[in-house]
T-cell receptor, first 112, second 111 residues
Framework: GQQLNQSPQSMFIQEGEDVSMNCTSSSIFNTWLWYKQDPGEGPVLLIALYKAGELTSNGRLTAQFGITRKDSFLNISASIPSDVGIYFCAGQGTSGTYKYIFGTGTRLKVLA | DAGITQSPRYKITETGRQVTLMCHQTWSHSYMFWYRQDLGHGLRLIYYSAAADITDKGEVPDGYVVSRSKTENFPLTLESATRSQTSVYFC??????????FGPGTRLTVL
């Protein structure tokens, strides 16, 4: 079945630094999503991408739909302590199904 | 209140018992999903549904049963709970490409 590899698995950064993470797939996706999950909560949708090459921003967050349609990237600029959490990518395949496959997450810790 | 709710939020049960987790959404979204989240596995899809009375298996459906008699409700039943089903369960709803809106989760412990 389809798998998503998300990296890095975890990262510690200093407040104010920029953060980059990515997600790669063994197959093509039609849609890429990026979620953030805070402890004890459900994931919250940050950004949705629908077209290869698309670059979309949400405040300090910017995500890109890779040209090959097999990858996606999320950047966070000028990180702040509330950016702490787990970031998940999710992809929707091309087989006509409406289900999403999730990556295993990137755990972000911000040092003040 | 508009949104997606799950109940109970916490549940402790014993091996072999039947447990039902409830999910209710007020957006009239067509699609609903059940995921389980375990350390090291991320979110894995259990079952999903495109509309009332239409359900399909996800990655890890064994030991679970779902139904969807009304658009807004999507209960998940563990017919005979096992320790391996100890997990956090999330319900989500969406339209086709809008991404899922997740509920707050149910933390289930099977003793």
């Amino acid at each position: 079945g389809q798998q998503l590899n998300q990296s890095p698995q975890s990262m510690f950064i200093q407040e104010g630094e920029d953060v980059s993470m990515n997600c790669t797939s063994s197959s093509i996706f039609n849609t890429w999503l990026w979620y953030k999950q805070d402890p004890g909560e459900g994931p919250v949708l940050l950004i949705a991408l629908y077209k290869a090459g698309e670059l979309t921003s949400n405040g300090r967050l910017t995500a890109q739909f890779g040209i090959t349609r097999k990858d996606s990237f999320l950047n966070i600029s000028a990180s702040i302590p509330s950016d702490v959490g787990i970031y998940f990518c999710a992809g929707q395949g091309t087989s006509g199904t409406y289900k999403y496959i999730f990556g295993t997450g990137t755990r972000l810790k911000v040092l003040a | 209140d508009a949104g997606i709710t799950q109940s109970p939020r916490y549940k402790i049960t014993e091996t072999g018992r039947q447990v039902t987790l409830m999910c209710h959404q007020t957006w009239s979204h067509s699609y609903m999903f059940w995921y389980r989240q375990d350390l090291g596995h991320g979110l894995r899809l259990i079952y999903y549904s495109a509309a009332a009375d239409i359900t399909d298996k996800g990655e890890v459906p064994d030991g679970y049963v779902v139904s969807r008699s009304k658009t807004e409700n999507f209960p998940l039943t563990l017919e005979s709970a096992t320790r391996s089903q100890t997990s956090v369960y999330f319900c989500a709803s969406s339209e086709w490409t809008s991404g899922g809106d997740f509920g707050p989760g149910t933390r289930l412990t099977v003793l």
